[in-house]
């Protein structure tokens, strides 16, 4: 017995020491992605002027207008970070994330690191939206694989993702590869093509100028499983507040609207987001 129970102690000690390295391949990953593209040519040039947004709706340009953007650096990339998001994984069940995410302006590149003690153990996952081709993949206790998520429905949803962000990094908004229609006094769509796709969504003001939401049919919900549910989509923006002399929403969340009812399933405790451009 006694020779069962040592190599059992020193295997489970291993583990936990292992699961407490700060090392981690997919946030290793996460990083050194970030950074291919931060270098010197991802610096945004010019200031944001009335001529950069008098072809944009009006409710769009409000935006710009409430938001305290022209006369500001145009930025390149946006970072934004989450701590103890609550992130529903079912109806039973609830967990908290932290997350982090990174949105360059130049293309259509989005990458966003999601952490998590899932079930007890460290659980992380990467989201990646880079040369067209969007992917979706987690790993348990930093080193097992659980789920790998690709293809079309996939680079189509990373792609709406990248827009339904664009006004949080607003040079975004600017790129040729993105284009605007009005709807009315407070609604505006926009359409983003790149790498053979295109998607679309609607954005949703308040008369005063305040982005509200932004609404898509073109994602598609997949759970870890690899099964894909169609539902509409909605990013929501709250509560602004000044920021190095910029409006920012402080609260961000994301809702899916199933046919059996809403489900608000990212960020219903209202955690703050901290957003930083470069």
């Avoid at 102690?9 to 050194?32: C, E, N």
């Avoid at 993949?137 to 998520?149: E, S, T, W």
């Avoid at 680079?155 to 040729?176: F, G, S």
């Avoid at 009005?182 to 609604?187: A, I, Q």
Wanted: glycine share 8%; with cysteine.
């Amino acid at each position: 017995m006694y020779f069962i129970i040592v190599p059992v102690i020193l295997m489970l000690g291993g583990a936990i020491l292992f699961f407490q390295i700060p090392y981690s391949p997919v946030r290793t990953q996460f990083y050194h992605l970030t950074a291919e593209n931060t270098g010197p040519a991802a610096i945004g040039s010019g200031v944001f002027s009335e001529e950069d947004i008098r072809e944009l709706p009006l409710s769009v340009q409000r935006y710009f207008r409430y938001c305290g953007y022209l006369g500001t650096p145009k930025m390149a990339y946006m970072r934004a970070a989450f701590k103890d998001v609550d992130f529903v994984m079912s109806e039973s069940r609830t967990i908290k994330i932290d997350y982090e995410q990174f949105n360059l302006v130049g293309q259509p590149v989005r990458y966003a690191l999601i952490s998590s003690p899932l079930f007890g153990v460290p659980f992380e996952g990467l989201d990646s939206f880079v040369d067209g081709a969007g992917s979706m993949k987690g790993r348990l206790a930093k080193v097992i694989p659980l789920f790998d998520q690709r293809g079309e429905a996939m680079d189509r949803a990373c792609l709406v993702t990248w827009l339904a962000e664009c006004l949080l990094v607003p040079n975004a908004a600017l790129q040729d590869f993105v284009t605007w229609e009005s709807v009315d006094n407070t609604h505006a769509k926009a359409r983003i093509s790149w790498g053979g796709i295109s998607a679309s969504g609607i954005f949703h003001f308040s008369e005063s100028g305040e982005l509200l939401e932004f609404h898509t049919g073109d994602r598609v919900a997949v759970d870890m499983d690899g099964r894909e549910t169609r539902a509409e989509w909605s990013g929501l923006f709250r509560e602004y507040r000044p920021v190095n002399g910029i409006l920012q929403p402080k609260v961000l969340q994301s809702v899916w609207h199933y046919s059996e009812g809403d489900c608000l399933y990212f960020n219903r405790n209202e955690a703050e987001a901290v957003i930083r451009y470069q």
